[in-house]
Nanobody
Framework: VQLQAFGGGAVPPGGSLRLSCRAS????????MGWYRQAPGKERELVAT???????NYADSVKGRFTISRDNAKGTVDLQMNSLKPEDSAIYYC?????????????WGQGTLVTVSS
């Protein structure tokens, strides 16, 4: 299973970016998709996930600013990031939890850099 992420870049504080990710597996095998991020010197942390029944979960730090949307038919997940802050700067990783042949596994994309700076 491969996850291909798009988007990212550099924006000033208050700007917006949209990240997209596509999984190379049947959408019917995907339990959840989401985004995590890792800033320099920090551990990887959850940003937002979309699971069964379109249930979403957001980190407190991004609630009201970020919106996750998942297309179950296509196996894609997007993250719309508005009102970006310098502390949002990090490498963002797409994640998918997949069930195949009775095995549940986590898969990660290659990461895409988001820089928020004036």
């Amino acid at each position: 299973v491969q996850l291909q992420a798009f988007g990212g870049g550099a924006v000033p504080p208050g700007g917006s970016l949209r990240l997209s990710c596509r999984a190379s597996v049947s959408p019917f095998n995907i339990i959840s998709m989401g985004w995590y991020r890792q800033a320099p010197g920090k551990e990887r942390e959850l940003v937002a996930t979309s699971g069964i029944g379109a249930m979403t979960n957001y980190a407190d730090s991004v609630k009201g600013r970020f919106t996750i949307s998942r297309d179950n038919a296509k196996g894609t997940v997007d993250l719309q990031m508005n009102s970006l802050k310098p502390e949002d700067s990090a490498i963002y990783y797409c994640n998918a939890v997949v069930i195949q042949r009775g095995s549940r596994d986590d898969y990660w994309g290659q990461g895409t850099l988001v820089t928020v700076s004036s």
